[in-house]
Nanobody, 126 residues
Framework: QVVLVESGGGLVQAGGSLRLSCAASGRTLSNYAMGWFRQAPGKEREFVAAISRSGSSTNYADSVKGRFTISRDSAKNTVYLQMNSLKPEDTAVYYC???????????????????WGQGTQVTVSS
């Protein structure tokens, strides 16, 4: 069993930055691709970014490309999401997730992730 805990959310003005962290306990993340998703009030959960198990491959939603960066630190069993140039439309609860199967690539499909954190709120004011 793996437990994922997100942190780093908060209130920030438009144009500002935040760094989210996703720390895992119980199992190593090193064999699994990881993803970040978000859900705004009244909207479906949507893909934000994913990273391969080695960290060498990443993919992003078009809406965050060039502004957000996903990374991982295997020694700390932690995944990060650096968010720059934040916009009010980035306001959402952000979730990290671990892929169901090891040795697979990052995915934009939430059904392919088995473990989810509790989420951290990000609010961007205009």
């Amino acid at each position: 069993q793996v437990v994922l805990v997100e942190s780093g959310g908060g209130l920030v003005q438009a144009g500002g930055s935040l760094r989210l962290s996703c720390a895992a306990s119980g199992r190593t993340l090193s064999n699994y691709a990881m993803g970040w998703f978000r859900q705004a009030p009244g909207k479906e959960r949507e893909f934000v970014a994913a990273i391969s198990r080695s960290g060498s491959s990443t993919n992003y939603a078009d809406s965050v490309k060039g502004r957000f960066t996903i990374s991982r630190d295997s020694a700390k069993n932690t995944v990060y999401l650096q968010m720059n140039s934040l916009k009010p439309e980035d306001t959402a609860v952000y979730y990290c997730a671990r892929r169901s199967q090891p040795y697979t690539s990052g995915s934009a499909y939430s059904d392919e992730y088995a473990y989810w954190g509790q989420g951290t709120q990000v609010t961007v004011s205009s």
